[in-house]
């Protein structure tokens, strides 16, 4: 088996895994990993999500041109594109819709992921895109722009974003986003979550450097 073969398994993997866990629903959703400077690939659109297979997934080219022609990409791949030509460190993007973690993105509120070490390590600090029409070129712009400054996007009245230097990472990012939304919620019915205090932030933060 090729690599690129080895690489579409792992996305339709991650997308059933992404289904399983009840991040995204059968019709939401979005995988992608960058193989070169001018491809990528990329999950379809309007198929079962928790029945993905290998052989839907859609090799494509930056300037929007395909292959796998049965199967159609996202209509989200525009932000896929514009986010690899903004972030050339990362390889994967994850885009799924988790309740708990979006219903902080339709309040426009921000996810505090400064209460436990895992949250400030993996997810760092979320950023908010300004919402704009699905599959356009002005969401691109907004969610690429966002990218840039963090590898969690919180995207308004729509979902989130997750990023990473391979799949693994970038789905990582979302499940945890998805437990500290969790976190914070069920902390507030009990009173308020105690964010660590600055002295712990930089131990985490020197901890990851020094690696």
Known sequence: MNEINI????IAYFMRRLYKQGLTTTSGGNISVRISAEELLIS???TDKGRMKASEIIRMKTDGTFENKPFKPSMEYGFHIE????RPDIQAIVHAHPALATSFAVSHKPINCD???????????????SYALMGTAS????????????????MENHGIITVGKNLLEAFDRMEVLENTA????????LGGAKTLNETNLKAIDDLLFSK
């Open 7 to 10: 690489i579409k398994k792992e």
């Open 182 to 189: 969790r976190i914070n919620i069920l902390a507030g019915l």
């Open 115 to 129: 209460l436990m070490g895992e949250s400030r390590a993996v997810l760092g600090t979320p950023v908010f895109a």
């Open 139 to 154: 969401l691109a712009a907004n969610v690429a722009d966002a990218c840039k400054k963090s590898n969690v996007v919180l």
């Open 44 to 46: 379809p659109s309007q």
């Open 83 to 86: 986010i690899y030509k903004n």
